[in-house]
Nanobody, 131 residues
Framework: QVQLVESGGGLVQAGGSLRLSCAAS????????VGWFRQAPGKEREFVAA????????YYADSVKGRFTISRDNAKNTVYLQMNSLKPEDTAVYYC????????????????????????WGQGTQVTVSS
């Protein structure tokens, strides 16, 4: 059974920074793309960022480009999301997600319409940005 555990969320003022971590157990992240998604109250879950298994290819939602950075450390089986210049509209529960197949690319996770091609979700970590 694969388990994804996010950490690093919290309350921060606008303009501040947070670093989220996602640690996997039960299966190695190596060889698999990984993504971050978020869901604000009353809104649908939306894509934030995704990274290829090698870490070379990265995709970002337009709303976070230039402010967020996704990275990974396969030796630690951990993926990170560095969030800078946070805005109140970034307030949401942030989820780490991994596909069930190594054939699922970061691009597929970034461009999914409707059904998101992931098999495993973390429990989520709350990020609240105050104005």
């Amino acid at each position: 059974q694969v388990q994804l555990v996010e950490s690093g969320g919290g309350l921060v003022q606008a303009g501040g920074s947070l670093r989220l971590s996602c640690a996997a157990s039960g299966r190695t992240f190596s060889g698999y793309a990984v993504g971050w998604f978020r869901q604000a109250p009353g809104k649908e879950r939306e894509f934030v960022a995704a990274i290829s298994w090698s870490g070379v290819v990265r995709y970002y939602a337009d709303s976070v480009k230039g402010r967020f950075t996704i990275s990974r450390d396969n030796a630690k089986n951990t993926v990170y999301l560095q969030m800078n210049s946070l805005k109140p509209e970034d307030t949401a529960v942030y989820y780490c997600a991994a596909p069930g197949s190594s054939d699922t690319t970061a691009r597929a996770m970034a461009q999914a319409m409707g059904v998101i091609p992931v098999a495993y979700w973390g429990q989520g970590t709350q990020v609240t940005v105050s104005s």
